[in-house]
């Protein structure tokens, strides 16, 4: 029995271990995705009503990636639908005084909303949005008939299985600046996050370059 012995030099291993990354990555788009705020179950039927205030719950990540890749959040409707009616999802960094909401970091711009009694379920996704570990996501309503008491409503759900937020206060903002109301539950949303995009390409780049370098030295000696 003939037994090969096959001897690769180092920068063409580092080359293809660097072709190999990219390949992989390329295969999976959602890489490495991983929820970092779990608020989900069990959903109370209890609600906040935002009106014309925007409503912000202050929500701490879990250890893991910082790049928002989805987010989801639910909503009842309690309005008669006339086909404008959305709502706005944001997000903010905690930077403003006192610690309140204040860089805006992410608009959904509209959302498309409907009229509905029991918990509708929506997930944004698609998002690449760098995030602290501790920001402040919001909702506000639009095309609503305040005046006549017509509402979308947030609901209450947890405490987190994942990440962790405070449930004693919730922020609100009337286009005045944020407040803090006393509140004994968080909102409903679930956070997944994934590695900075050019990370692992990063990584690839890095080893192609090693690779290169290794075998110009071969070819020197």
């Excluded at 912000?56 to 909503?75: C, H, K, M, W």
């Amino acid at each position: 029995m003939r037994i090969r012995v096959l001897q690769t030099s180092r920068g063409a291993l580092l080359q293809r271990l660097a072709i190999l990354i990219v390949i992989s990555l390329c295969a999976s788009p959602g890489w490495s995705e991983t929820i970092v705020y779990d608020n989900t179950d069990p959903i109370s039927l209890s609600t906040d009503c935002t009106g014309e205030l925007e409503c912000g719950d202050e929500i701490t990540l879990a250890a893991g990636p910082r790049t928002v890749s989805e987010f989801e959040f639910a909503y009842l409707g309690d309005f008669n639908q006339d086909g404008d009616e959305a709502v706005q999802i944001r997000f903010y960094a905690n930077d403003g005084p006192g610690g309140e909401p204040g860089t805006m970091l992410f608009d959904s711009g509209d959302v498309a909303v409907s009229p509905s009694m029991v918990p509708q379920f929506v997930v944004l996704t698609g998002l690449s949005v760098s995030v602290p570990d501790t920001f402040t996501w919001s909702l506000q309503a639009t095309g609503l008939d305040f005046e006549n008491s017509e509402r979308v409503k947030i609901p209450f759900a947890g405490p987190p299985t994942v990440g962790s937020s405070d449930p004693s206060f919730i922020w609100f903002n009337s286009g005045g600046g944020w407040v803090m109301f006393g509140r004994s539950s968080d909102h409903y949303a679930r956070v997944t996050a994934m590695p900075e995009p050019g990370a692992g390409l990063s990584f690839a780049a890095s080893t192609l370059t090693l690779a290169a370098l290794a075998r110009r030295r071969v070819r020197r000696r």
